[in-house]
C-alpha cells in the first residue's frame, strides 16, 4: 500500500493502494500495472479485476477498479518520495492498522478472504468530511446514500 503524504489528500498520511488514471487508450490492466509500478517500483502481471468502487465527494467523482496481482517482482520502493511512501501491509493485522481506512479494510476482507467480487460507492459527507461506504451485494440496486 501506499501513505499519501500530501495534506491536500483526504487520504493523507493514511495506507490505500496505488492507483492512478488512465491513459488515452490504455487497457486498465496496462494503467493498473503502470501505475504500480510507478508508484511502489513494483513489477504486477497476471492480474484480475475484483472490484469497481465508486468515491464521491464535493465537486469530485472517480470511479476505481481494484485488481488483483498473482505475480509480484521486484523491490518496494518509494518511487514519488514527494508524494506518497510505499509499505507492506500485512492482511493478518490490517483490522488493527489505524492507517489503514476502515473502507479499505472492509473491502479488502470482501474481495479477498469472501473472494467475493466488490461494487461499492464511498462518500465524504460535509460538513464534517464524515465517510460513509456501502457494498452492494450482487443484484441489488444501487441507492443514494
Request: glycine letters at 4%; charged letters at 30%.
Amino acid at each position: 500500500m501506499i501513505q499519501k503524504l500530501n495534506p491536500a489528500y483526504k487520504t493523507f498520511q493514511k495506507y490505500i493502494p496505488p492507483g492512478g488514471h488512465v491513459e488515452f487508450s490504455e487497457k486498465l490492466e496496462e494503467a493498473c500495472a503502470r501505475e504500480v509500478e510507478e508508484e511502489t517500483g513494483l513489477i504486477v502481471s497476471n492480474l484480475e479485476l475484483k472490484g469497481v468502487v465508486t468515491f464521491l465527494r464535493e465537486e469530485y467523482h472517480s470511479v476505481c477498479f481494484f485488481f488483483v496481482a498473482r505475480k509480484v517482482e521486484g523491490e518496494l520502493a518509494s518511487n514519488e518520495p514527494d508524494k506518497q511512501s510505499s509499505h507492506w501491509i500485512d492482511l493478518d493485522g490490517i483490522d488493527n492498522n489505524a492507517k489503514v481506512p476502515g473502507y479499505h479494510k472492509d473491502f479488502l476482507k470482501y474481495m479477498l478472504t469472501e473472494n467475493k467480487f466488490l461494487n461499492a460507492r464511498v462518500e465524504w459527507l460535509s460538513p464534517d468530511d464524515r465517510v460513509e461506504w456501502t457494498i452492494m451485494e450482487p443484484n441489488q440496486l444501487v441507492t443514494p446514500l
